[in-house]
């Protein structure tokens, strides 16, 4: 159930209310004068598999699952490459001494 907390007290104490808000999943209403100008109320969580059921039949794959895989590992191993050309980039800036 929410609760009723004023601007002023919401302004004041706002890191906790949030806090509060997703400890225990209820909702804040905002008053003033005595009056709702608004609420907070804490983020809807679906859970990984909901969010994956929306996702079937979105996509096809048109060749075998050996090239899907074979593709997979090509795209792995070039990124792997790729971040491994950048961290030595990087080492070899900081080794320089600076004058």
Same mark, same amino acid.
């Given at each position: ?5 004023? !601007? ?5 104490? =706002? ?7 997703? %400890?225990? /999943?209820? /909702?804040?209403? !905002? ?5 709702? *100008? @608004?609420?907070? *109320? ?5 859970? %990984? *598999?909901? @969010? =994956?059921? @929306?996702?079937? /039949?979105?996509?096809?794959?048109? /060749? ?11 795209? %792995?191993?070039?990124?792997? !490459? @790729? ?8 080492? $070899? $800036? $900081? ?5």
């Amino acid at each position: 159930m929410a609760r009723n907390i004023s !601007l002023v007290a919401a302004r004041k104490e =706002l890191g906790r209310i949030v806090q509060e808000i997703g %400890r225990t /999943g209820n /909702g804040v209403n !905002l008053t003033r004068r005595g009056k709702i *100008v @608004a609420r907070i *109320v804490p983020e809807e969580r679906g859970n %990984r *598999v909901d @969010a =994956l059921t @929306a996702l079937r /039949g979105s996509a096809e794959l048109t /060749g075998s699952f050996a090239e899907l895989t074979r593709e997979l590992r090509i795209l %792995r191993k070039e990124g792997g !490459l @790729a971040l491994e050309q950048r961290t030595a980039g990087h080492s $070899r $800036r $900081r080794a320089k001494p600076r004058a």
